[in-house]
């Protein structure tokens, strides 16, 4: 099993940046992707962006060229630094870890931007 703590929500306004971190309580080289997904009400949760073992990463359309996903490997975590955020950003974001075909999800963090 795997626990996962996020942290860094909060609220920005738009243009401003924001720096999401997920703790997993194993080595990340135990688990083989992680990943950040948002929801807003009513919505589905979606993915944003994730990151593979070999350092794959992928990224929804609406952020590419802003989010920036990474590991701290030394640390068990995975960062997402968020830059020039817009007002369609807001929402709650949850970390997932997959390990041996089974998905693991944080409690999330709430992020809300401001125009």
């Known amino acids: 099993q795997v626990q996962l703590v996020e942290s860094g929500g909060g609220l920005v306004q738009a243009g401003g940046s924001l720096r999401l971190s997920c703790k997993a309580s194993?080595?990340?080289?135990?688990?083989?992707?992680m990943g950040w997904y948002r929801q807003v009400p009513g919505k589905q949760r979606e993915l944003v962006a994730t990151?593979?073992?070999?350092?794959?990463?992928r990224y929804s359309d609406s952020v590419k060229g802003r989010f920036t996903i990474s590991r701290d490997i030394p640390n068990n975590s995975v960062h997402m630094q968020m830059n020039n955020l817009k007002p369609e950003d807001t929402g709650v974001y949850y970390c997932?870890?997959?390990?041996?075909?089974?998905?693991?999800w944080g409690q999330g963090t709430q992020v809300t931007v401001s125009s």
């Open positions: 194993i080595s990340l080289g135990s688990i083989g992707a």
């Open positions: 997932k870890a997959e390990r041996d075909y089974v998905g693991y």
């Open positions: 990151i593979h073992a070999g350092a794959m990463t």
